[in-house]
């Protein structure tokens, strides 16, 4: 069998709609690229979306980081590099790379997904799926010098900012709040002026638990540093009104250069 270069690479264009007022991509747009980039890259070596669904399996993302030099403006064309850079049995570890077109890195990023049965939710042998491919692809030789994802400690000093009725719009094609939806909301808590004066540096989100349309999401706020915040997401569901935690976000923030 004939395989593919183990690292894929990708165009992207920060279209302007996607970018925000400082005419940079937003972080929740890059996190969907990123996410995107897996995409292609796990379909076209065989252990993808494509080959997973008629399986009733499907990967979930367990935990995310992005870290950032700078960030792609508005019309700028650029690419992600993504490959696996381990697998074990029910995890798997993804790298990124975000680079222009001369090869300058905007960022990278790292995550952990883990593959579960749709029809009963529980995590399942990565290495069943297709003879164990993806095992073929990882590749260990390409750095990703950033620092594994965070747990994000948390203490019960975090304060309660913000209650939201989750929607149409933030459910994906797995039938739960999407990944990305989540920064999307949590970017959403500080003002125009503190993001006038701030960029986002560095952001880890630890997903818990699945959230679904019409969930009440609670998030709860506590300051670790002097620019770096955690966030707690918790839900509420009708039918069953508990309180849960569903994920965790730290931010680091820098200020914004001119």
């Known amino acids: 069998m004939n395989l593919l270069n183990k690292v894929g690479r990708y165009s992207f264009l920060s279209e302007p709609f996607h970018c925000d007022f400082s005419q940079r991509l937003f972080i929740a747009r890059l996190g969907n690229i990123l996410l995107n980039a897996a995409d292609f890259h796990s379909n076209e070596r065989g252990y993808g979306m494509t080959i997973l669904h008629p399986l009733h399996k499907t990967w979930v993302l367990s935990r995310l980081a992005i870290e950032l030099e700078e960030m792609p403006t508005a019309y700028q064309k650029f690419y992600v590099e993504t490959w696996v850079e381990g697998v074990m049995k029910y995890f798997t570890n993804r790298n990124f790379a975000v680079v222009d077109e001369g090869g300058q890195v905007f960022g990278y990023g790292r995550s952990v997904w883990a593959m579960i049965d749709t029809d009963t939710r529980q995590p399942i042998d990565i290495q069943a799926v297709n003879d164990g491919i993806v095992s073929q692809y990882v590749e260990v030789e390409k ?38 939806k989540y920064i999307e909301h949590v970017m959403n808590l500080w003002d125009m002026n503190f993001h006038r004066s701030h960029q986002l540096k560095r952001i880890d989100v630890a997903y818990v638990a699945e959230a679904y349309g019409g969930d009440e999401l609670a998030f709860y706020v506590e300051q670790t540093g002097s620019e770096e915040y955690c966030v707690r997401i918790t839900k509420y569901a009708k039918a069953a009104p508990q309180e849960v935690e569903v994920c965790r976000c730290k931010l680091l923030f820098v200020q914004a250069r001119r």
């Open 143 to 180: 750095s990703c010098s950033i620092d594994k994802p965070s747990r994000v400690k948390m203490t019960d000093a975090a304060q309660r900012v913000r209650t939201i009725s989750t929607c149409y719009s933030d459910v994906d094609m797995n039938g739960h709040i999407n990944s990305v």
